[in-house]
């Protein structure tokens, strides 16, 4: 079946720094890509909404100067947390979708980001 | 605005013994309902899916689930599970025709031999 990879898995940074994590759909084109974050004991959040060559759209409360998004190809979307702070520690989740319904929207495995 | 709760954060089971994940949602539009599982280290995986018609859904690995609109729940059933369906499950909704998913908190099933 098709394959969501997210890299890193994990990342600890220092306060202060910017922090990179990439989703790639392997098999497949994603004219979206969704980024989600899950804090401890909550639900997954959507925080924005990626598309492939647009500027991407984000959630109500979620910094785009902050968090941000690049879809520069069909396979490909990035999420940058710039400046991260303790409080941005979370997991980060992203899906790509076929065009259609959510069937066929595929995640990958997150990433846990701690910064110190 | 929907939103979905979970109501049990931590089912813990015997092998072998019968299952029963609990969702409601709020909406005040039609939507669709989907159960979600996240194996360690992996990312989330479709369980089934409740479109439309009949109101019990089928999914993978020996899950069901059934769509009642007037409790508004979508509860996962198993009625005998294995030691692999350790997991958590996430029960999700969408508004019809949407790809944007909201989520619940999750519910960590462990099974026990």
């Known amino acids: 079946g098709a394959v969501v990879s997210q890299h890193p898995s994990w990342v600890i940074c220092k306060s202060g720094t910017s922090v990179k994590i990439e989703c790639r759909s392997l098999?497949?084109?994603?004219?979206?890509m969704f980024w989600y974050r899950q804090f401890p004991k909550q639900s997954l959040m959507l925080m924005a909404t990626?598309?492939?060559?647009?500027?991407?759209?984000?959630e109500q409360g979620v910094e785009k100067d902050k968090f941000l998004i690049n879809h520069a190809s069909l396979t490909l979307s990035t999420l940058t947390v710039t400046s991260a702070h303790p409080e941005d520690s979370s997991f980060y989740i992203c899906?790509?979708?076929?065009?259609?319904?959510?069937?066929?929207?595929?995640f990958g495995s997150g990433t846990q980001l701690s910064v110190l | 605005a929907q939103s979905v709760t979970q109501l049990d954060s931590q089912v813990p089971v015997f092998e072998e013994a019968p299952v029963e994940l609990r969702c409601n949602y709020s909406?005040?539009?039609?939507?669709?309902l989907f159960w979600y599982v996240q194996y360690p280290n992996q990312g989330l995986q479709l369980l089934l899916k409740y479109l439309s018609g009949s109101t019990l859904v089928k999914g993978i690995n020996g899950f069901e689930a059934e769509f009642n609109k007037s409790q508004t729940s979508f509860h996962l059933r198993k009625p005998s599970v294995h030691i692999s369906d350790t997991a958590e499950y996430f029960c999700a909704v969408s508004q019809g025709g949407s790809e944007k998913l909201v989520f619940g908190k999750g519910t960590k099933l462990t099974v026990n031999p």
């Open positions: 098999d497949f084109q994603a004219t979206t």
């Open positions: 909406s005040s539009v039609s939507v669709y």
């Open positions: 899906s790509a979708s076929f065009p259609g319904i959510n069937e066929k929207l595929f």
């Open positions: 990626s598309n492939e060559g647009s500027k991407a759209t984000y």
